[in-house]
């Protein structure tokens, strides 16, 4: 199929952007394209108009803080690859790239972005579980300025972001890894690349224990496992969990692939955690 009919406009900077988006209530905005295009293409989603971001400068800049608030910031035009290719986004945050490894093929990474992954919230897709997970946030401007949006509040349902329509995505913060945290992160698919049947990430930090998952929601989910013994992961997960079933997979195959996949990435944190411990050389 072909889209349905639409608009076109490429902005020069951040304000037109805005301004030009605000005037048309079905608009919709382009970045990377890799999840929009296709819909467009089944015509899922049919706008009057496109605001193409990608001739607006600096928003695909990758920067790492460490004062104040130490973490990784992604614009909305730095593509997957990218950020994988960071060797400051691994430094300061590994479990970005661990999971970006696993976001579709190197073809969809070098088109796709990151931002733009956040903003489709897709329960299925990697990146808005790990900002879930680590307690992110992003940041949209729109005609009343810029705001911050906290991961908890971003995802309000199946395919639904509290984005507003009149904003756009400029960046997203993801929180340094805590000295002596470890992560861990897995996913299980048909083939790699394709969308995860169940994936998991863990984040051990102290005696905090908490594992977010996709593709078993309709949202990105976090579970705290803080204090629970290894044999009653899996199982204390799925209480909080309500595995779906659809073509892909039955609920009940999901929830073991929970139960496998919470044990294996609390493990994985953990040997994280200690290889990151200063070395005793004495």
């Known amino acids: ?34 999840s929009l295009v296709p819909l467009l293409s089944m015509r899922l989603a049919a706008p009057s108009l496109l605001v193409d971001i990608n001739g607006i400068s600096g928003l695909d800049r990758i920067e790492v803080s460490h004062d104040g608030a130490p973490g990784v910031r992604i614009g909305a035009l730095a593509r997957h690859a990218a950020v994988l290719a960071s060797s400051d986004v691994r430094r300061v945050q590994p479990l970005v790239p661990m999971a970006l490894a696993h976001v579709a093929h190197a073809t969809i990474r ?48 199946p395919l639904e ?13 993801f929180p ?17 690349g394709d969308y995860a049947l169940v994936g998991a990430a863990a984040l051990v930090d102290g005696e905090s224990v908490k594992v977010g998952y996709l593709s078993v929601s309709d949202v990105p989910t976090v579970v705290d496992l803080s204090g629970v013994a290894d044999a009653d992961l899996g199982a204390t997960a799925l209480e909080k969990l309500e595995p779906m079933g659809d073509i892909h997979a039955t609920a009940e195959y999901r929830a073991q692939l929970v139960r496998v996949l919470t044990e294996r990435v609390v493990r994985s944190a953990r040997v994280s955690r200690q290889a990151r411990q200063p070395k005793d050389v004495r």
């Open 1 to 34: 199929m072909k889209p349905a009919p639409f608009d076109y406009r490429r902005p020069g900077t951040l304000a037109e952007a805005v301004a030009t988006l605000a005037g048309e209530s079905n608009a919709k905005v382009l970045a990377g394209g890799q």
């Open 110 to 157: 070098n088109r796709g972005t990151t931002v733009g992954s956040l903003v489709h919230a897709d329960a299925a897709a990697e990146m808005p579980m790990i900002l879930t997970l680590l307690g992110g946030h992003l940041e949209v401007e729109g005609p009343a300025g810029r705001r911050t949006i906290h991961a908890d509040d971003l995802y309000v349902g």
């Open 161 to 173: 972001s509290s984005v507003e329509h009149d904003e756009i995505a400029v960046a997203a913060f």
């Open 176 to 192: 340094a890894l805590a000295p002596g945290a470890g992560v861990g992160f897995e996913e299980i698919a048909r083939r790699h």
